[in-house]
Structures are given as structure tokens and as C-alpha cells.
């Protein structure tokens, strides 16, 4: 009933920017409940951002001040915009949406997202 999809990964260098988007179709994804995640060989996967239906957003650490998600209402697409790419910043970006609101504390954590796209590859070279 809901399928995320997700495009705009590539190959860049290091410190260069790179825009994901996320759409659902069928679906506003301004009122879901959104994530995005990210799967590293012998790491797992692990939250980058997210923001709920009522507009909050939580941040992984290490991505604070870099990445900012946001939605474009006009177009119903969300954004990963990704700033001051680094190495370690190379995997495969998910895009994952639930209609069940939950505490932020939540908002990272994969388990709480029902419906998954396939991914998309980001490469960052040094």
C-alpha cells in the first residue's frame, strides 16, 4: 500500500553536496511520518534524519550542522540535503515511512518504520 522511493545518489569528492529525494506516491508525505537511514557493510543500519508528521526533526550526531531534511509541500517530495560530504558518509541512503506517530525519541530508530524504498548509493571519495 505504501512504497518510499528514493533518487538522487551518486559519486562525489569529499566537502562537495549532493541532494536525495523520497516520494510515496499516493500518499502526502508531509502527513507521514518519515526517516532517513543509512546501511554500512559490518555497521548496519543506522538513522541519519528524520521528521514526523507534525514537523519535528531528529539528527544523528555526526550529521548535525551538515544534513537537513525537508519537504517540499508544493511537490510532495522529501529532501535529504546532504552538505560537506565526507568518506565516512558512503552507503545506501534508505527513505522510510510510517503512519504511527511515536515519541521522537523514537524517530532514529529503524524499527519504528514499517515501509522501506530499496536504496540509494552515495559514494564520497577523499
Known amino acids: 500500500q505504501m512504497q518510499p522511493v528514493e533518487s538522487g545518489g551518486g559519486s562525489v569528492q569529499a566537502s562537495e553536496s549532493l541532494r536525495l529525494s523520497c516520494v510515496v506516491s499516493?500518499?502526502?508525505?508531509?502527513?507521514?511520518?518519515m526517516g532517513w537511514f543509512r546501511q554500512i557493510p559490518g555497521k548496519g543500519r543506522e538513522g541519519v534524519a528524520a521528521i514526523d508528521s507534525d514537523g519535528s526533526t531528529s539528527y544523528q550526531a555526526s550529521v548535525k550542522g551538515r544534513f537537513s531534511i525537508t519537504q517540499d509541500k508544493t511537490k510532495n517530495i522529501l529532501y535529504l540535503q546532504m552538505n560537506n560530504l565526507k568518506p565516512e558518509d558512503t552507503a545506501v541512503y534508505h527513505c522510510?515511512?510510517?503512519?504511527?506517530?511515536?515519541?521522537?525519541?523514537?524517530?532514529?530508530?529503524?524499527?519504528?518504520?514499517?515501509?522501506w524504498g530499496q536504496g540509494t548509493q552515495v559514494t564520497v571519495s577523499s
Open positions: 522510510a515511512a510510517d503512519q504511527r506517530r511515536y515519541p521522537n525519541d523514537y524517530a532514529l530508530m529503524t524499527y519504528r518504520y514499517t515501509y
Open positions: 499516493g500518499h502526502t508525505v508531509s502527513r507521514l511520518n
